[in-house]
């Protein structure tokens, strides 16, 4: 039956995204780039709308959007002819012959595709747990789920309101399922697939325009969609028994140990200075399952290159208005990107000009395509590129009065590298070893005449250089100085080379001696498929199916197990109100049962929260008070509970024994009262409720004096793998 169920929530989101992309299609008129474009612009009108008044709960709209979807999906194919009266307006034949499933399957089918690969993933390990950033980026979706006005209550900090500058795709996430009436958990699960899926829809979109060959588009798609390092091979030589993560964290974060190569590169790394410099492409992240903004920096970019890629195939100019609108997009959801791609769009523009300049010099035959393609840019092109980024800009206008401001306390800034922060150049070399092979056999393009090939080199080597010499100076030093930059511009980068080169140098057969090595560059990074897939077959599933997350909190034959389903089902059909439960570290299950509530924590991860909020004295306060409270050592708890506004205190851990209890349940009379589902040797589940103001109870007396906050120097901690998001 779940299964079932689960089947029919993919149905119906899937007849909205194809409605989506249909409607969309009226107006781009071409299926790879409707369908990726149109659920991105749909939330930004809603983003825009919501910025002015929260819309509440939306599970209402969804079967007028579905039943709009199966309508436009009638339509497209011929079955009706609802909208005949504007068929001559709308150019419906148009739309039909490029849009229709039937007629162009292709688009639709990738969709699906790439879905179905990152659900078997996601549903065989759904589990929303602190292994990772899972509970962080849950908290994220939880914030948008009320529909409040935008900026909405941070619902991992009371009395605060979430104003993170990587905020739009936690918003979409939410939005959908608003609409679609998924729980929050559902949606995390659910929009991770979706996401991805619309990334990777663009991005085979993008390479089967510039190649007809079937091999070529599938090996591409693969070297990006499950693709490694290129230390793919060789960490199994340098790293004993390595994991999924080694492939791309091999510098600085593990000792290269293992015969026969790991001592002599370890000789030769202990030479430079010791740093971590990860990545994580998007083969990682989808064994990973998190809701990176890193997702959307590849969606973006991939958008990118469809646009381009269909611009230079002398599709309508107005492709262009999405590739306008990455820009403010990439504001609002990935800023660290921002640097990349204002970079790379000043380059376009300079290519565009000095191809103009030089064309208009130049009588060959040869250049007469290239000034017809310059021309039409900049006669009818650069409005459409404008008037996307001017009218994506107005509907994220609101962003700029909050969210932008708020980043303001990250005191982030590009800097160039230090001497002593370059990355080791052999361990660059094998690193990156696929990107720097496709550029360069690129660059060699210039001698057999290839100029767009040629330049195209010149692009990527310029990214490659720009990452090793310029870098994002965050709060982070030492070991880390370069964590962030590289895990999320280094993935950036070999995706777009791999996307652009690679089906250009295999569509290249001449000369073979550049064509055979492309061929291993594209193809050596898919054998990371081989480590992905025996993880997956040997590692057992996780509650498989259970896509609300929770199923590591309730799902289990013992009883402790079903109890703390009870409380959780407790919790989603209380009111929202603020909710503690026994404090941990950062990358544990802390706060996990409240953020799957969808119920407003006190204080959620300490380290996370302290880089957010740039250390604000009042987070370790929240913390050592909520710790003292846990261990029975505050007096008079239920008067500084009831001070701070905290309604449930929850208590179904197992390090919460039965002398705790009695202590903790001394300290919170009489302003609390215990509400208990399970109590079987020594171990309760239950919460304690916050009592309404009744005269007949006694006085409570005043607080005692509370245990001394620690002050801890505002220095962050060297961030647990895989890091904190900034």
Not at 73 to 89: I, K, Q
Not at 298 to 303: K, N, S, V
Not at 588 to 614: C, K
Request: proline letters at 7%; hydrophobic letters at 45%.
């Amino acid at each position: 039956m779940l299964h079932l169920a689960n089947l029919c929530l993919f149905g119906i989101l899937f007849l909205n995204l194809y409605g989506l992309g249909l409607l969309t299609g009226l107006w781009l008129r071409n299926a790879w780039l409707a369908l990726t474009a149109g659920p991105w612009l749909f939330c930004s009108l809603f983003f825009f709308i919501e910025s002015f008044v929260g819309l509440g709960n939306l599970d209402w709209l969804w079967p007028l959007t579905t039943a709009i979807s199966i309508v436009l999906l009638l339509e497209v194919t011929g079955v009706t002819h609802l909208l005949a009266r504007w068929e001559n307006a709308w150019d419906l034949a148009d739309w039909r012959n490029k849009l229709s499933p039937r007629l162009a399957p292709g688009p639709y089918a990738v969709l699906a595709g790439v879905f179905a690969y990152v659900m078997c993933w996601r549903y065989r390990y759904p589990n929303l747990d602190g292994s990772s950033e899972k509970i962080a980026d849950l908290a994220f979706i939880a914030s948008y789920f009320r529909g409040e006005k935008i900026p909405v209550s941070d619902i991992w900090l009371s009395s605060y309101t979430s104003t993170h500058y990587y905020s739009f795709q936690y918003y979409a996430a939410a939005l959908m399922g608003r609409i679609l009436g998924f729980d929050c958990g559902t949606a995390y699960n659910v929009a991770f697939c979706a996401l991805i899926a619309l990334t990777g829809t663009a991005g085979i979109g993008g390479v089967c325009l510039l190649t007809q060959r079937i091999w070529i588009r599938v090996l591409v798609s693969l070297g990006w969609l499950v693709g490694g390092s290129g230390v793919t091979v060789l960490v199994h030589y340098v790293i004993p028994n390595p994991l999924l993560s080694d492939n791309f964290r091999f510098m600085g974060e593990r000792d290269f140990t293992a015969e026969p190569f790991g001592p002599w590169l370890a000789k030769y790394a202990s030479h430079y200075t010791k740093l971590s410099l990860p990545a994580e492409p998007l083969s990682y992240s989808i064994y990973l399952g998190d809701y990176h903004p890193p997702i959307v920096g590849f969606y973006l970019l991939t958008l990118i290159l469809l646009t381009l890629n269909l611009w230079n195939k002398g599709a309508s100019p107005r492709v262009l208005a999405v590739a306008g609108a990455c820009f403010p997009w990439c504001v609002v959801a990935n800023t660290w990107n921002i640097v990349l791609q204002a970079v790379g769009l000043f380059i376009w523009l300079a290519y565009l000009a000095v191809t103009f300049l030089i064309a208009r010099s130049n009588p060959r035959q040869k250049w007469e395509g290239d000034l017809a393609n310059v021309r039409r840019f900049f006669t009818t092109g650069w409005i459409y590129l404008l008037g996307g980024a001017v009218v994506a800009t107005i509907l994220i206008v609101p962003y700029f009065r909050v969210f932008a401001l708020s980043s303001l306390d990250s005191h982030t800034m590009i800097r160039m590298v230090n001497w002593n922060e370059h990355t080791p150049p052999l361990l660059w070399l094998i690193f990156l070893l696929p990107t720097v092979g496709l550029t360069a056999l690129s660059l060699c393009a210039f001698l057999w005449g290839d100029r767009t090939l040629g330049t195209l080199g010149l692009l990527w080597l310029g990214f490659l250089l720009f990452t090793e010499f310029f870098f994002i100076n965050d709060i982070y030093s030492g070991l880390f100085i370069r964590f962030n930059t590289t895990l999320k511009w280094w993935p950036w980068v070999t995706a777009g080379a791999l996307l652009t080169m690679g089906p250009r140098l295999l569509e290249r057969r001449t000369p073979w001696l550049a064509w055979i090595p492309a061929l291993f560059f594209v193809g050596y990074p898919i054998l990371y498929f081989y480590d992905l897939a025996t993880y997956y077959y040997r590692t057992p599933a996780y509650n498989p199916g259970y896509l609300d997350g929770s199923g590591y909190l309730t799902v289990g034959a013992d009883n402790a197990n079903l109890n703390d389903r009870l409380l959780l089902n407790y919790l989603r059909s209380s009111p929202k109100k603020i909710v503690i439960e026994h404090p941990d570290t950062d990358f544990t299950n802390y706060s996990g049962m409240t953020t799957l509530a969808n119920q407003q924590s006190y204080i959620g991860w300490l380290g996370h929260e302290q880089l957010w909020r740039g250390y604000l004295y009042e987070l370790q306060y929240r913390y050592d008070h909520v710790s003292s409270l846990y261990a029975g050592n505050l007096p008079d708890a239920g008067s500084w509970a009831q001070s701070q506004g905290i309604d449930y205190i929850l208590w179904f851990k197992p390090v919460d024994t039965e002398d705790l209890w009695n202590k903790v349940n001394a300290s919170l009379q009489p302003a609390y009262f215990w509400h208990e589902f399970y109590h079987d040797h020594g171990r309760r589940v239950g919460l304690w409720e916050r009592r309404e103001p009744d005269a007949e109870l006694p006085a409570v007396p005043a607080p005692a004096p509370a245990p001394a906050p620690v002050i801890i120097a505002p220095v962050p901690p060297p961030p647990p793998p895989p890091g904190i998001k900034r």
